[in-house]
């Protein structure tokens, strides 16, 4: 029987595989530091859950930065649902002060937190898209009575009563080209080209030593950068911005209320001034051409005005990008400048705010059009460079808060985050005894690659990058 536009609706029976959603479990997507914490809160609430995770291990995408030291002391990297946990199970919290690697933010943290979920905790599963079961996204009908379908990459697919994607951005990184678009040729020359925070002092040591190197971006993670490059001797650098001057890549210097940003800002700059690196200003990425073994990157300015650098690799520095494909068929509802909800975006515009002002929020900023699907972590802000782990934590916190139907406790969001709060130079001084001092960028995460620099020559950074 038809309808005036296609078939009418026919009911059937529902299969007998097919389970109640409130009797299906909570997928998590990915096993880093926020995704853990959501699952953590969830095993409090003993709610039944599932986290996919796309790696081999536990905080896959920690790993790929193990080599950095994070700007965040061990006291705001730890989840309190997850610190109970832990400890029921006899763990010893790391000295709370401390700033760990990411390697150790792994093997004392995320690893055995992960151990405690077992079987719950899937590695090597790639979520490839996410849907309503039996609805695309324009069925409106019964939709929020339907289980969510989550398929993997292996075509393999799963049920769930609700999803919360804590999968990042880090697989994303943004484009070398000045207009939000790829350069032209970018892809081209791929393999030489790298993205944020390449291990210069370690294992990527060879791929670098004695190589012209060009490091594109402004921010602390292409300061980290360019300061490790700097004691490669015999390595030319050469440092470009879209600028017209590095005055806020440099930062306050001695002037910076956050001594340890300030310190990155000043060596940085002294590099410049001495000649050791060569700054490159108004430089717009538009073209990226092959020439030998070389690659030559031309810059094209709004007013046609073409520059021209040639390197042996490109450093790209240029920030993440979140990447919203797997829910296409999902209702979001973004802002149409940050990526995030509508929500949520005027709280986190890097415009008025730093990871310390950021106020808190929870499960009501972060709800989509799609009730029961959450985007959590750095996920969740977008383009804006303004998270923290302990923001992501309060968030996992509120959301399965939400989930249980306790929305007193998930509308009850405490954030203890004074504005210089996780970079206070007391933190900083305590570290460059011990350590030396770390080099912060974007949402206070990766920040001096190993080994560190001596507490005489220290990196350093804000807590926000």
């Not at 002092?201 to 921010?219: E, F, N, S, T």
């Not at 709004?302 to 068929?329: K, L, M, W």
């Not at 996920?379 to 998270?387: D, E, I, L, N, V």
């Not at 004074?418 to 460059?432: F, H, I, K, R, W």
Request: charged share 20%.
């Amino acid at each position: 029987m038809s309808g005036c536009c296609g078939p009418t609706a026919v009911e059937r029976e529902p299969s007998a595989q097919a389970a109640r959603p409130d009797e299906l479990p909570i997928v998590v997507i990915g096993a880093g530091p926020v995704g853990l914490a959501a699952a953590a809160h969830l095993a409090e609430r003993g709610l039944g859950f599932v986290v996919l995770e796309a790696g081999e291990q536990a905080g896959a995408s920690v790993a790929k930065w193990g080599h950095v030291r994070v700007f965040s002391p061990w006291t705001y990297n730890i989840d309190t649902a997850a610190r109970r946990l832990l400890e029921a199970d006899g763990w010893i919290a790391p000295d709370a002060d401390w700033l760990p690697t990411g390697a150790e933010l792994i093997d004392d943290y995320l690893a055995p937190l992960a151990k405690l979920f077992g079987d719950r905790v899937r590695l090597g599963a790639q979520v490839s898209a996410i849907s309503r079961l039996g609805y695309d996204r324009v069925r409106t009908a019964g939709r929020e009575a339907a289980p969510f379908l989550i398929r993997l990459a292996d075509g393999s697919e799963l049920h769930a009563r609700a999803v919360i994607d804590a999968s990042g951005t880090y697989a994303t990184p943004s484009v070398l080209g000045a207009s939000g678009l790829p350069a032209h040729g970018e892809s081209d020359a791929a393999d030489l080209v790298d993205h944020a925070l390449p291990d210069v002092l370690g294992a990527d040591r060879d791929r670098y030593a004695g190589k012209h190197v060009l490091v594109v971006g402004a921010g602390h993670s292409a300061a980290t950068t360019l300061l490790a490059l700097a004691q490669l001797d015999g390595t030319p650098i050469t440092w470009a911005i879209r600028a017209g001057n590095a005055t806020r890549a440099y930062g306050g210097g001695e002037a910076d209320a956050l001594p340890a940003r300030g310190a990155l800002g000043t060596r940085l700059h002294a590099h410049v001034e001495s000649g050791r690196i060569r700054l490159v200003t108004g430089f717009f990425t538009h073209a990226i051409e092959r020439d030998g073994a070389q690659v030559r990157v031309v810059s094209r300015d709004p007013s046609g005005t073409e520059q021209t650098i040639t390197a042996d690799r490109i450093v790209a520095a240029t920030g993440y990008r979140p990447d919203h494909a797997i829910a296409s068929e999902l209702r979001l509802d973004l802002d149409a400048v940050l990526g995030s909800t509508r929500a949520l975006a005027p709280l986190i515009d890097p415009n008025a705010h730093s990871c310390g002002t950021v106020p808190p929020h929870g499960a009501d900023e972060l709800a989509h059009h799609e009730p029961g699907y959450y985007a959590v972590g750095v996920k969740s802000y977008g383009r804006a460079p303004t998270f923290l782990l302990a923001t992501g934590y309060e968030q996992a916190r509120s959301v399965v808060a939400a989930l249980a139907g306790d929305w007193e406790a998930a509308r009850d969001v405490q954030l203890d985050l004074p504005e210089t709060g996780v970079c206070s130079s007391s933190l900083a001084e305590a570290q460059e005894q011990r350590a030396g001092l770390a080099t912060g960028i974007s949402g206070g995460l990766p920040a001096t690659p190993l080994p560190l620099a001596t507490a005489g020559a220290s990196q350093s950074g804000g807590c926000c990058g």
